[in-house]
């Protein structure tokens, strides 16, 4: 097995050059990079990372932290935001360990799930998903000066980088494409009051009913539990909206599993979606392009996410200070059968 030895031996240079190709490749000549790196694949030479990356204090290695879901892991919103992160990892040659606890696990146990990466210096770095309003994984880590960036804002007084979509923005587009078909009674079936995301899209259905001039309507207010079954909630606040004085013609939706009970609960109550109700869901899942007729959906770049949330934090860690490290991105609202003029 070829030895660092071997390879600064037949590239003519120091131990210490070879050292720097591997570690600190800015500091070395890009003719003499070029040709160390060049023995080092003929040779098949592997770097003893455990030992090097003890020498520097570092791991090379960022955590992706997410609670667990009724969703399928399958699903885009999983597979094209992870594509995304893992692509830049390796592009910029770090390694990505995946990181999870239950839906129902207490905020003590959460908590330690941060405090293991954090004590045993395992990781680098970390990426925080589906933040909360008052996040106490941020709150940990900013106190602990961890390296993180985050899916999502938050509430605290911390600065921190981010990436997130502009969900206030998305929903209000939802509520005037909607009000432009003819709908007056717009409900909506929001995701969980805990989460940060859940509360810019609820503010965006107040805010486009607002610029429209339809009168907010609690009654046609829903937010799904943190515990609860998302698509049961769905269903059970259809059926419920259906049954009032003046039922609503129209519905958005903050979640692809909600949307999947909202039009259980239209199919249960003897209604049809596209034709009696128009739905508007967030998230362009798979399902959602093959129910009849489709459904019209807010799609994330969900790979573009992955990848600038993974940036940011691995500038962060190599010392880089960008000047834009909180990003906002647009959505973009997929027309399809499931809306129609009244």
Known sequence: MPTIDDVARKAGVSLGTVSNVLNNPEKVKPATRDRVLKI????????????????????????????????????????DF??????????????????????????????????????????????????????????????????????GRCDLPIDFPWVDVDG???????????????????????????????????????????????????????????????????ENGMVGFLKVEAPPSAVIVGGGQLAIGVVNGIEKSGYRVGTDISV???????????????????????YEMGKLVAELLIKSIAGEEPEDHHILLNTELVIRGSCKKV
């Open 40 to 79: 080092i694949e003929e040779t098949g030479f592997h770097p003893n990372l455990s030992a090097r990356n003890l020498s520097r204090s570092k791991t090379d290695t960022i955590a992706l932290i997410y609670p667990f879901s009724q969703r399928r892991r399958t699903e885009h919103y999983y597979s």
């Open 82 to 151: 992870l594509a995304g992160t893992t692509d830049t990892c390796f592009r910029l040659n770090y390694r990505l360990m995946l990181s999870s606890y239950p839906r129902d696990v207490s905020e003590k146990e959460k908590l330690r799930n941060y405090e293991e990466l954090t004590n045993g210096s395992a990781v680098d770095g970390i990426v925080i998903t589906r933040t909360e309003r008052n996040d106490s994984a941020i709150q940990l880590l900013s106190d602990r000066q961890q390296k993180f960036a985050a899916l």
């Open 168 to 234: 206030a923005k998305a929903v209000r587009e939802a509520v005037h494409y909607l009000y432009n078909l003819g709908h007056r009674r717009i409900a909506y079936v929001g995701t969980p009051a805990l989460f940060t995301f859940s509360l810019h899209r609820s503010e965006g259905y107040r805010t486009g009913l607002e610029e429209v001039g339809i009168e907010f309507d609690e009654d046609l207010v829903i937010l799904a539990s943190v515990a609860g079954n998302e698509i049961e909630a769905g």
């Open 280 to 302: 508007i869901s967030f998230d362009d899942t798979d399902w959602s392009t093959h129910y009849s007729p489709p459904i019209t959906t807010i799609r994330q770049p969900l």
